[in-house]
Structures are given as structure tokens and as C-alpha cells.
């Protein structure tokens, strides 16, 4: 079984989601990708990060958008 690569704890953070051993949120991850940064920024930028726990960041993301919730938006798509 592969080590959960992001974690939650309170004492961190205020308990967002980072990646393990570091005070990365997730957040961060997305908010500078969907900036234009690359993985190559955020590995020089951070280097606690690896490609690996860049894609873990990503997936946990996704993951939990899958659940049943709706998020309105201000205009219809």
C-alpha cells in the first residue's frame, strides 16, 4: 500500500491538507498552477517537493471536488 502522501493535521496549518512532512497546503499547489507556474517552478521554489507528491496534491484535489456537493456559481455556465 503506498504512503498517503497528503495529510491533515490540526497543529499544521490550521489543519488544511499539505503535503507530508512539509507546511505546503494543497491550495498553494493549485493556486500557483493555475497561475502559470510549471512543476519545474514549484520544485525550485519548494524544495520539499518532489513530482510525486505534486500529482498527490492534484489527485487529492480532484477527489474531493467528486463529492456530492454543489458549489453555485454567481452567473450559469
Known sequence: MQEKMIVSDPNVMMGKPVVKGTRITVESILEKLAAGE????????HP??????????????????????????????
Not at 512543476?39 to 525550485?44: A, G, N, P
Open 38 to 45: 510549471t512543476f519545474s517552478d514549484l520544485l525550485s521554489a
Open 48 to 77: 520539499g517537493l518532489t513530482r510525486e507528491s505534486i500529482r498527490a496534491a492534484l489527485a487529492f484535489a480532484s477527489e474531493v471536488l467528486r463529492a456530492d456537493v454543489v458549489y453555485p456559481t454567481e452567473e450559469p455556465l
